[in-house]
Every structure is written in structure tokens, then in C-alpha cells.
């Protein structure tokens, strides 16, 4: 699973450069997400789905949910008396992401509200969802405590977030590696699509990126009872388990 940079010509970027970036890679993105992946990537989204905890009638909610292929996994463990809310800032992913709910056939998958708006400001009440998942989304926010606050904030007493991102390693080896794979495979594959430019620094913000340790002190830190961070494939993924 690759997903982009919140970097781009090695300066951050604002929120609306960062709307406009995903919005331009929306059409293909599920596409790169399998070929790049070998589509392991549904595999790590399965597992970040179990870890969060979600279950038949849960209000459950995907923060950046993209194309929606964990608001999607989360229909399924809910069910029809479930709801699932998929929230994202661009607004072709969720055009995407509706595009694909609309071609499925199970009733679960009506249960699925599509909502465009800011990790950092979750339009919820307290304490309203069973459980949240964030797929590749964490890494690419401006204010990584903010978000973790917020979704503290939405999420009931008890209940988990699982956050799905790519590893920090402070082993030398898996971060060459993961180095090695976007120089010579993600870069190349993307230009095929004229987006070389767009997963270009996406080794640059796995740098800038948390470990797994800094991110389980991140979570306790704004209020989160429990954290751990499971390395998957490798170590090359990650998912963080937090429960409020």
C-alpha cells in the first residue's frame, strides 16, 4: 500500500495544496494501491479492521478514508444495523468511494454516510463512535496531536482506534529497504500515471514520521489508557491500537 507525501519539493504543504494533490490522484488510486502492493494492502486494512474492535450495530467511524476501502471492510463487521461514517478532505475520493459503495450489492454496505471534512476538527459529538480506523492517514496530517485528540475526543469510553500506516524502523535494514522499494519501483510505476512528482517524497515523510514507540507515547500522552504498535510484513507496516 503506498500512499503520498505530505511533503512536496521538500517544504511542507498547506492544507489546500494537500486537498488538490489528493484529489488529482483519486481516479487511480486504488489501482497504484494494488499494484504497488501486490495487493497486500487489503490484507494490513483486514487486520487494522479487526484490531479496532468493531462489531454487529457499532456506529464506527474510517478518519481519511479515501476510496473507502476500510469504511467499506467496517460495513461488513457492523452489518445493516450498524453505521459507518467515511470522512475525508477531497472531495473525488469520496466521490470515489460512493461511486464504490453504490456498485455493491449487500445490504450492509447502505449503511454507509460519506462525510467531507478535517481530521483535525471531527464535525461528532463526544463520545459517539463504537470504534475508529485511519488508513495512511495520520502520516500526512499537519498536527498529528490534534488529530489523536480529536479522535480521543469522538470515540466512547473503552473503544479503540486502530491507526494503519507505514513503519518508522530504527532498523537500518527495513528502512533501506523501504527506501529502496519507492526509489526503484513506487517512483517508476507512478510516472507510468504522470504522478512520480506526487510519491516522490514519500520516503521523506516516512522519515519525518513517528515510530512505533513515539507514537504509543503520543496516544498516552493526549489521554488514551492502552497503545501498542504492531509491526506487520516485515516492519515495513505498522498499526497502532489505542483504547480510551
Known amino acids: 500500500m503506498i500512499t503520498l507525501s505530505p511533503c512536496c519539493n521538500f517544504r511542507p504543504i498547506c492544507a489546500n495544496e494537500r486537498q488538490a494533490l489528493f484529489n488529482r490522484i483519486a481516479p487511480v488510486y486504488d489501482n497504484l494501491n494494488d499494484l504497488l502492493s501486490l495487493g497486500q494492502h487489503r490484507i494490513w486494512k483486514r487486520m487494522a ?3 479496532s474492535g468493531a ?8 478518519v481519511c478514508c479515501g476510496s473507502g476501502d476500510l469504511a467499506l471492510l467496517l460495513s461488513e463487521k457492523v452489518g445493516s444495523n450498524g453505521k459507518v461514517i467515511g470522512l475525508d478532505f477531497s472531495e473525488e475520493q469520496l466521490s470515489v468511494a460512493a461511486s464504490r459503495q453504490n456498485s455493491r ?4 454496505f447502505t449503511n454507509i454516510e460519506w462525510v467531507e471534512g478535517d481530521a483535525l ?6 463520545g459517539w463512535f463504537d ?5 495512511y492517514g495520520l502520516r500526512n496530517v499537519v498536527d498529528k496531536r490534534k488529530a489523536m485528540q480529536e479522535i480521543l475526543r469522538v470515540l466512547k469510553a473503552g473503544s479503540r482506534v486502530s491507526i494503519l500506516d507505514f513503519n ?12 529502496l522499494l519507492i526509489d526503484n519501483i513506487v ?6 500515471y504522470g504522478l512520480s512528482e506526487d510519491y516522490r517524497y514519500l520516503k521523506s515523510s516516512i522519515r519525518e514520521f513517528l515510530t512505533g514507540k513515539e507514537l504509543e507515547e503520543l496516544a498516552l500522552e493526549v489521554g488514551f489508557s492502552t497503545a501498542r504498535h504492531y509491526e506487520i510484513s516485515g516492519g515495513l507496516m505498522g498499526c497502532l491500537v489505542a483504547k480510551r
Open 121 to 126: 476538527d471531527l464535525p461528532f459529538d463526544d
Open 168 to 179: 518508522k524502523s530504527n532498523e537500518l535494514l527495513t528502512s533501506s529497504i523501504t527506501e
Open 131 to 135: 470504534a475508529i480506523t485511519m488508513g
Open 49 to 51: 479492521v479487526s484490531w
Open 187 to 192: 517512483v517508476p510505476v507512478a510516472s507510468v
Open 105 to 108: 450489492t449487500k445490504n450492509c
Open 55 to 62: 462489531k454487529m450495530g457499532h456506529r464506527v467511524l474510517d
